[in-house]
T-cell receptor, first 114, second 114 residues
Framework: AQSVAQPEDQVNVAEGNPLTVKCTYS??????LFWYVQYPNRGLQFLLK??????LVKGSYGFEAEFNKSQTSFHLKKPSALVSDSALYFC????????????FGGGTRLMVKP | GAVVSQHPSWVICKSGTSVKIECRSL??????MFWYRQFPKQSLMLMAT?????????EQGVEKDKFLINHASLTLSTLTVTSAHPEDSSFYIC??????????FGPGTRLTVL
């Protein structure tokens, strides 16, 4: 069975500093990996995804994520955090023959302080 | 592109009534849509997979007679919560599968059952 772990419930970072939100996955096969962001009382917004190719994926709002097969990780990063980046972030995995179903991590709340 | 809408965004109803939530893909067609439920400060829980023109596939523990799903067209899926009770109060989020198997999410519907 596939699973996704986000080991940190919350990440605190000062505005202007780099941020990392961690995600590890467990699948038997080639995963499709996704990051979504959720603002209060809103649905999820797609940030980026990895299917194949370059391990460094660039997405919306200056975010990027690095696929590391040996460490089974897909950490989300941004060089310089903004206060407006404060939100709930979800990592998700889809096995490429699983009929588009996503398995979500528990979510990580990012707090960016001015 | 890849916009998904939900209606209503917030509904309050009395116990015992039925509530219908609509999910529309506005600028693309989606053979597959998903319905999720999210409790406060928790991750998304997949309720069911909705396939256009066929019966929905429900996850274990989700009552299909209580949560009726209809996917009558490639741009519309509906979730009807029948005989709603206070324990059904939650945030319901739909998603539609777009390009390259990416799920695009609606803004969510908050259901409060009194």
């Amino acid at each position: 069975a596939q699973s996704v772990a986000q080991p940190e419930d919350q990440v605190n970072v000062a505005e202007g500093n780099p941020l990392t939100v961690k995600c590890t996955y467990s699948v038997s096969g080639n995963p499709y990996l996704f990051w979504y962001v959720q603002y209060p009382n809103r649905g999820l917004q797609f940030l980026l995804k990895y299917i194949t190719g370059d391990n460094l994926v660039k997405g919306s709002y200056g975010f990027e994520a690095e696929f590391n097969k040996s460490q089974t990780s897909f950490h989300l990063k941004k060089p310089s955090a903004l206060v407006s980046d404060s939100a709930l972030y979800f990592c998700a995995v889809n096995l490429n023959n699983a009929g588009n179903m996503l398995t979500f991590g528990g979510g990580t709340r990012l707090m960016v302080k001015p | 592109g890849a916009v998904v809408s939900q209606h209503p965004s917030w509904v309050i109803c009395k116990s015992g009534t039925s509530v219908k939530i609509e999910c529309r893909s506005l600028d693309f067609q989606a053979t597959t849509m998903f319905w999720y439920r999210q409790f406060p400060k928790q991750s998304l829980m997949l309720m069911a997979t909705s396939n256009e023109g066929s019966k929905a596939t429900y996850e274990q523990g989700v009552e299909k007679d209580k949560f009726l799903i209809n996917h009558a067209s490639l741009t519309l899926s509906t979730l009807t919560v029948t005989s709603a009770h206070p324990e059904d109060s939650s945030f319901y989020i739909c998603s539609a599968v777009g390009d390259l198997d990416t799920q695009y999410f609606g803004p969510g519907t908050r259901l409060t059952v009194l």
